[in-house]
C-alpha cells in the first residue's frame, strides 16, 4: 500500500529513529496497518540487553506514535511537512518481548478526532501473538494561526 519512501515523505523521522517500514492497509479516518521489521543491527540492541537483547518498550510505543502520524496526516487537513506531536499515552500494556528477527504488526484504529487532535488505539502484534498495546494522543502542528487558515 506505501512504501518506505511514501513513509517518509510524511514522517520527518530518519535513521536510527524511523520505526515504521512498510504501510499493509490504510483507511482514511479509520485505521490503518504497517510493520516494522526488528534486526539484530538495530542500535538500541547492543545496550538492551547484552546477551539477552530485547526492544524496548517505548520503542515499540514510538513505532505506534509514528504509524499514527501517518494516518493522522493521510486522513486530515494536514499541509505537506505539518508535523503530528505526540502528546499522551494512556492504558500501555507490555504482554511479550520482542526480540531480533521478529516482524512487528501495528494496527491503529482512530477513536476520536476533531481537528487538529486525535486520539488512537494502538496494538503490536508478532505473528498474531499481541505484545503490546496503548491507548495514544495527538495533534497536527497549526504552526502560525494565519497560515494554518489560509
Known amino acids: ?10 514522517l520527518p ?7 515504521v517500514d512498510r504501510i499493509l492497509s490504510f483507511e482514511p479516518g479509520k485505521k490503518i496497518v504497517g510493520l516494522k521489521n526488528v534486526s539484530i543491527n538495530e542500535p538500541f540492541f547492543q545496550g538492551h540487553f547484552p546477551g539477552r537483547p530485547i526492544m524496548p518498550g517505548v520503542l515499540i510505543i514510538e513505532a505506534m506514535a ?33 526480540l531480533p528477527g521478529d516482524q512487528l504488526r501495528i494496527e491503529i484504529e482512530v477513536i476520536h478526532e476533531r481537528f487538529p487532535f486525535w486520539k488512537l488505539k494502538g496494538m503490536a502484534y508478532v505473528e498474531d501473538k499481541l505484545v503490546s498495546e496503548a491507548e495514544l494522543k495527538a495533534m497536527i502542528d497549526q504552526g502560525d494561526k494565519k497560515d494554518a487558515a489560509e
Do not use: C, T, W
Open 13 to 19: 523521522h530518519r535513521y536510527p529513529f524511523l520505526l
Open 66 to 98: 509514528q504509524m499514527a502520524g501517518v494516518l493522522a496526516n493521510k486522513s486530515s487537513k494536514a499541509k505537506e511537512g505539518q508535523i503530528i506531536y505526540f502528546l499522551g499515552i494512556d492504558k500501555a500494556k507490555f504482554r511479550k518481548p520482542v
Open 1 to 10: 500500500m506505501m512504501d518506505i519512501q511514501e513513509v517518509m515523505a510524511i
